[in-house]
Structures are given as structure tokens and as C-alpha cells.
């Protein structure tokens, strides 16, 4: 009979971890959201830095001129010996150049989402879209030289002889040429958006594909439509390189888009280019205007929402 093995000792039981895997998550999401905290912080920071730059900076200048006069007056002649300042030129001139852009990009933009939504087969949309949204890549100098190589001489003197070297229908040319993608990009999504059910419905009571199209996807998806064509139009009117190309540096109050016009950005890219001396007058211009055009977009972003939020509700 063989003698009896001596017992096993027990094995050890380490002691539960004090860092579970439950809190490592925690931790880890409490990072992921701190860091994209900072990051949204970080683009709200840089627009109240750039308020305060701008109304401090222009807060200067209007203890030199009278914010009256710079709202109301109608010339502008900010680099001259006689200096003025009145501002109604540059937005004229900035306001006409965005409006003839407008007149191009709203109706090929629609249209061409329409048919990207409506009318194209998967295989071309797969091309053709990013094709078109690739216009939106090239840079705007490209344009400017666009506008002023071939817009003007090839296609506009042909239609009106008496069109000078730099004009405002050009520009307004080049840069509704420039935001056709944007209005047709984002109002495809918004008619992609648009449940079948309602095209269904239309084809159920006898509609064509043409009346479905215009009558019931474009009516329903109303407000991403309303929504692009407003951003395109900020768009437009914080353009730069374009109208200091084609539009030229003339400020005048006109009602003839075939004659050279200044923007608001045109002569911002004007007086930078130059020798102004930092801290005089025409230098504090520079912020004075620059805080009217981004007051301008303020306003029609936050109208853009307002149509964005109103249409919904209609739609939802």
C-alpha cells in the first residue's frame, strides 16, 4: 500500500484588479471627449479673436471718421490725397458681382442636381458627381485668369463690344462658374434625402417623371435647396482672387455691370498689396470693411438657418 501524497496547496487567488476594464473605458471616453471638446472650442476661440481684432481695430477708425459716413457716403477713396470714405461703392460693387453669380449658379446648380438625383444611373452619378465637385478644388486665381483670358475676351466682347479689359459682369461670371458645385452638390443630397415613398406616391397617381421631380422631391427638399444657394452666396461674396482679377479696382457707385467695379475684397487685397502705413487711416479701413463683410455673412448665415429650421417643419 503506497503512502499517501501530501496535499496540494491551495493556489493563490490574485486579488481583483483595482482598475477594471470598465473604468479604462471611462477613462477613455472622458479623453476622446475632452479632446474633441478642445477642438470645437479651439474654432470658437479663433472667431471671438478675430471679433475682437476687428471691432477693436475698427473702433479706431471711427474715432477718425463718422460711422455715418462710412455706411452712407457715396464715394470711396480711401488711398487718395483727399481721402473718403464712404462705403456704398464696395458693397455695390460686391453685391453686384454676387447677384449676376447667383443668376449662373442657382439654376445650373439645381438643375444639375436634379438630374444627378432624378435622371442620371447609378454608374454616371458615380462619375459624374465628384467630376463637378471637382470645380470646387481649383484655385480661385485659376478663375480670375479664367475670367480675364477667355470670359471677357472670347465670350462677353463678342455679346457686348463696348466691355472694357476688367468688368463686373465678368467676375460675377467666374465666380457663379466657381459655386455651381456647392449649390449642386448639397441640393442633390437634399433631393437624395427625400424618401422614395413620396416619388412613389407621385408615380401612383399618374405624375411623369419630370412633374415628380419639380413638383413633389424639389418642393420637399426645399429647405437643404435654400440652404445651399445661401451659403453659395457667402461664398460669393467673401470671394477674393477672382474679382481683384477680373473686376478691377475702381470704386464707383454703378448701374452698368460692363464697367470695372471694386468689392469689398478687392480692395482689402488692394491696400495689403501696398505700402500703407500700419496704424494710419487707410489701414484702419481695412478693419472697418472687414467687419462689414463678416457682419454681411453673419447675417446671412444665421438667415440661412432660420429658412433651413422653418422649411422642416413644413416637410417633416
Not at 448701374?255 to 502705413?277: H, K, R, Y
Request: a neutral charge; charged letters at 10%.
Amino acid at each position: 500500500m503506497e503512502p499517501a501524497s501530501a496535499p496540494t496547496p491551495p493556489v493563490p487567488v490574485p486579488p481583483p484588479p483595482t482598475f477594471s476594464l470598465a473604468k479604462r473605458h471611462h477613462v477613455g471616453e472622458s479623453v476622446i471627449r475632452t479632446v474633441l471638446f478642445l477642438c470645437a472650442a479651439v474654432s470658437v476661440l479663433t472667431t471671438i479673436g478675430i471679433i475682437i481684432i476687428l471691432v477693436e481695430q475698427a473702433w479706431e477708425f471711427f474715432r477718425e471718421v463718422p460711422i455715418t459716413d462710412f455706411l452712407f457716403g457715396t464715394k470711396w477713396t480711401a488711398l487718395f490725397k483727399t481721402p473718403e470714405y464712404g462705403v456704398l461703392p464696395l458693397v455695390a460693387g460686391t453685391l453686384w458681382i454676387t447677384a449676376i453669380a447667383m443668376l449662373i449658379a442657382v439654376p445650373l446648380g439645381v438643375m444639375s442636381a436634379v438630374y444627378l438625383s432624378e435622371y442620371a444611373s447609378p454608374k454616371i452619378r458615380e462619375w459624374l458627381k465628384p467630376t463637378l465637385e471637382l470645380l470646387a478644388g481649383i484655385p480661385t486665381i485659376v478663375f480670375g485668369f479664367f475670367a480675364v483670358t477667355f470670359i471677357r475676351p472670347q465670350l462677353l466682347e463678342r455679346i457686348f463690344p463696348s466691355i472694357g479689359p476688367f468688368s463686373a459682369l465678368a467676375a460675377g461670371v467666374a465666380v457663379g462658374i466657381m459655386i455651381i458645385p456647392l449649390v449642386a452638390s448639397l441640393s442633390e443630397d437634399a433631393m437624395r434625402a427625400v424618401p422614395r415613398s413620396l416619388r412613389e406616391g407621385g408615380y401612383a397617381m399618374g405624375a411623369t417623371k419630370n412633374e415628380v421631380s419639380w413638383q413633389v422631391v424639389v418642393p420637399a427638399a426645399i429647405s437643404g435647396i435654400i440652404a445651399s444657394c445661401i451659403l453659395a452666396m457667402s461664398r460669393a461674396v467673401g470671394e477674393t482672387m477672382i474679382v481683384a482679377l477680373a473686376a478691377g479696382s475702381k470704386a464707383q457707385l454703378s448701374a452698368n455691370p460692363l464697367e470695372p467695379m471694386q468689392t469689398m475684397t478687392g480692395f482689402i487685397v488692394q491696400t495689403f498689396s501696398g505700402d500703407v502705413v500700419a496704424g494710419s487711416t487707410p489701414y484702419l479701413s481695412l478693419f472697418a470693411v472687414g467687419l462689414l463683410l463678416f457682419v454681411i455673412t453673419l447675417l446671412l448665415n444665421i438667415f440661412s438657418q432660420f429658412v433651413v429650421a422653418r422649411f422642416r417643419e413644413v416637410y417633416e
